[in-house]
């Protein structure tokens, strides 16, 4: 089987992989991140259909969390298409296994995938049994914005083999600008699984205050303890706060790097794949920039909200693509 099926096959991998970060998204959005409370089927069913046929019973089996048909739906609806995603990948990695004599197969990236993707479906089950704890919402976000981006990088091709030093500058950039986004991702997440993004209704104070009361100290305590119910936050409203505002202060700094690199691409890229990420990296930025004050001002709507999640997604997407024609590989590939 040629390398190019094997691209073609990590391509639609990548949109089934942005289609779960969306709905995931979605589904976290619409409160429905426990609308099966049990894992991997929904009260004790395979669909959510059946679970709703059999109310009776599923209420007197589940007493605190009745069966809500339009959230259980929703999150069955994220299990079937994350469990098409994984079984994607395992073809993915038979097919490079397969191809392994090839050098220019990539093996190791798809290897890696498939002990992310077993970890993934563990996060996934650990988000309902712990009853959806931040600190393993926000690392299951963080799994499916990894899978996304890995996905990406083998899909794309590049027969470009140098690395021009005019460029030197541009891949230390780069590369910061990956930290910087992951990180504001992962503020992001902390946001939405700390229930924070309603704390800060105003636009640019929060509170009406450019410095509102705030109590970090209570808002990034990652662990505390087992057998608390995290559905609608359990957080004070000043940690709340601290939250969101520190998240504000991520989007400037982040928006300040991402910017700086996309113009450093337009301006000293050596090659057009660089130069078009670039730009397409600046525009998706402004989209993100107009999209979130919008969000608030509007009150957060569910479908704003569920774009800038995604739109945060494309963001990774433009960075990936800036760095892999920013690194190709020297030789053969080897990852």
């Known amino acids: ?9 990590c391509l639609l991998g990548t949109v089934l992989a942005l289609c779960v970060v969306v709905l995931g998204a979605y589904v976290r959005l619409n409160h429905a991140g426990l609308g099966c409370p049990d894992w991997p ?38 299990r079937y298409l994350a469990s098409t995603l994984g079984f994607a990948i395992l073809v993915i990695a038979a097919v490079a296994w397969r191809n392994r004599h090839d050098r220019q197969q990539p093996t190791g990236l798809p290897y890696a995938l498939v002990g992310l993707v077993i970890f993934q479906g563990l996060l996934g089950m650990w988000t309902v049994t712990l009853l959806l704890k931040p600190l393993i919402v926000s690392a299951h976000l963080v799994g499916g914005l990894t899978t996304l981006a890995l996905l990406w990088w083998l899909s794309l091709t590049t027969t470009r083999r140098s690395r021009p030093a005019a460029e030197g500058s541009l891949r230390g950039w780069a590369v910061l600008a990956l930290v910087v986004l992951a990180l504001q991702i992962m503020l992001g997440g902390w946001v939405s699984t700390n229930y924070a993004a309603v704390a800060c209704p105003d636009f640019p104070t929060c509170q009406r205050s450019f410095w509102p009361e705030m109590d970090f100290r209570d808002a990034f305590v990652l662990w505390r303890g087992l057998g608390i119910d995290y559905e609608g936050g359990v957080l004070d409203h000043p940690a709340r706060v601290a939250i969101h505002f520190t998240h504000r202060l991520g989007a400037i700094l982040t928006a300040l790097v991402l910017g700086f690199v996309a113009w450093k691409a337009l301006r000293t890229g050596q090659s057009r794949g660089v130069r078009v990420a670039g730009g397409t990296l600046g525009a998706v930025l402004l989209l993100q920039l107009v999209l979130g004050p919008v969000m608030v001002l509007e009150t957060f709507p569910l479908p704003l909200a569920t774009a800038h999640n995604a739109v945060a997604a494309l963001l990774l997407l433009a960075l990936v693509a800036l760095l892999r024609f920013l690194f190709p590989p020297r030789h053969h590939a080897s990852y």
């Open 41 to 78: 089927g929904c009260y004790g069913h395979f669909t959510a259909g059946a679970a709703a046929e059999n109310h009776a019973v599923v209420n007197a089996a589940f007493p605190d969390r009745p069966v809500e048909y339009h959230k259980a739906l929703k999150e069955m609806l994220h």
């Open 1 to 9: 089987m040629p390398v190019s099926t094997f691209r073609k096959l």
